[in-house]
């Protein structure tokens, strides 16, 4: 059984930075591709960053140059990096694993939750002005 834990969310101060980690177990898919989303309250999920097991990246416009993903294999672990915040990136940030692979074409603007299976619980973050 596949299962997704993030931490690291929290408060942030506009400008400041904040870590996401994600805890993979059970997920043994080595083609395919784990992200992270966010949801704000009123607003539908969105795609945030992605990476595959070769490490190829997809970014969300809003987020390029201020977000980086990452992996560790060894931990099994997936990371987001979130640097120079903004009130506009506060949401629930959601790691997620893709059942199989997806066509690259859909990853130009970043991941797309539908293309994804398996999701973590969540973990808050609110970044103020």
């Known amino acids: 059984q596949v299962q997704l834990a993030e931490s690291g969310g929290g408060s942030a101060q506009s400008g400041g930075s904040l870590r996401l980690s994600c805890a993979a177990s059970?997920?043994?898919?080595?083609?395919?591709?784990m992200g992270w989303f966010r949801q704000a309250p009123g607003k539908e999920r969105e795609g945030v960053a992605a990476?595959?097991?070769?490490?190829?990246?997809s970014y969300a416009p809003s987020v390029v140059g201020r977000f980086t993903i990452s992996q560790d294999n060894a931990k099994r672990t997936l990371y987001l990096q979130m640097n120079s915040l903004k009130p506009d990136d506060t949401a629930m940030y959601y790691c997620?694993?893709?059942?199989?692979?997806?066509?690259?074409?859909?990853?130009?603007?970043?991941?797309?939750?539908?293309?994804?299976?398996?999701w973590g619980q969540g973990t808050q973050v609110t970044v103020s002005s």
């Open positions: 059970g997920y043994t898919n080595s083609a395919s591709w």
């Open positions: 997620a694993a893709a059942r199989q692979k997806i066509e690259w074409g859909r990853l130009l603007s970043g991941p797309r939750p539908q293309d994804f299976g398996y």
């Open positions: 990476v595959n097991s070769v490490g190829s990246t």
